[in-house]
T-cell receptor, first 116, second 111 residues
Framework: DAGVIQSPRHEVTEMGQEVTLRCKPISGHNSLFWYRQTMMRGLELLIYFNNNVPIDDSGMPEDRFSAKMPNASFSTLKIQPSEPRDSAVYFC??????????????FGPGTRLLVL | KQEVTQIPAALSVPEGENLVLNCSFTDSAIYNLQWFRQDPGKGLTSLLLIQSSQREQTSGRLNASLDKSSGRSTLYIAASQPGDSATYLCAVRGSQGNLIFGKGTKLSVKP
């Protein structure tokens, strides 16, 4: 398996622009997680899906952030409009929930976002 | 609210030393605990996962222990190598499946 795939790997944009981050989870996994990592706050969960349904979006910072999972093999995280404080590394992870020791989360390489 | 703390924030050791990284969490009602490794500019790689009913897990030179009642976990690295240099993150899994991370320990192993 290719692992969790994220695109783009790097994104530089100007304040006010819309940013869309994409994630393809590992085939067969039923849970998908979006995290954000900053120096100040470390890794924080933004939202996660189970069987394509959003379970907990309490980590989404504001209404400017939205996430979708239209099918089991694709998810997007959208920021509109983007602000400089959104600059961070955004990680997507997937897991096979409820299968004991196999419930390891596997992370993608991340998208490094810089909002100028 | 679950909080995860990792001490020290940074650690530098000479090659060959055995070392221990510490992780503590405030709520003992966890499903499991995972240790990850993160290399600069890279994603996270899972190292070990300990279920709440387990006391330890081993993989090669790595040994992770879990004391749920005291809210502590340790990651023991034997015979450290320069290739072990990375940031090590501890994360606990809550009942909903999400992971709550510590801020990591940045390890540097000097040749």
């Amino acid at each position: 398996d290719a692992g969790v795939i994220q695109s783009p790997r790097h994104e530089v944009t100007e304040m006010g622009q819309e940013v869309t981050l994409r994630c393809k989870p590992i085939s067969g996994h039923n849970s998908l997680f979006w995290y954000r990592q900053t120096m100040m706050r470390g890794l924080e969960l933004l939202i996660y899906f189970n069987n394509n349904v959003p379970i907990d979006d309490s980590g989404m910072p504001e209404d400017r952030f939205s996430a979708k999972m239209p099918n089991a093999s694709f998810s997007t995280l959208k920021i509109q409009p983007s602000e400089p404080r959104d600059s961070a590394v955004y990680f997507c992870a997937s897991s096979l929930r409820g299968v004991g020791a196999r419930e390891t989360q596997y992370f993608g390489p991340g998208t490094r976002l810089l909002v100028l | 609210k679950q909080e995860v703390t990792q001490i020290p924030a940074a650690l530098s050791v000479p090659e060959g030393e055995n070392l221990v990284l510490n992780c503590s969490f405030t709520d003992s009602a966890i499903y499991n605990l995972q240790w990850f490794r993160q290399d600069p500019g890279k994603g996270l790689t899972s190292l070990l996962l300990i279920q709440s009913s387990q006391r330890e897990q081993t993989s090669g030179r790595l040994n992770a222990s879990l004391d749920k009642s005291s809210g502590r976990s340790t990651l023991y690295i034997a015979a450290s190598q320069p290739g072990d240099s990375a940031t090590y993150l501890c994360a606990v899994r809550g009942s909903q499946g999400n992971l709550i991370f510590g801020k990591g320990t940045k390890l540097s192993v000097k040749p």
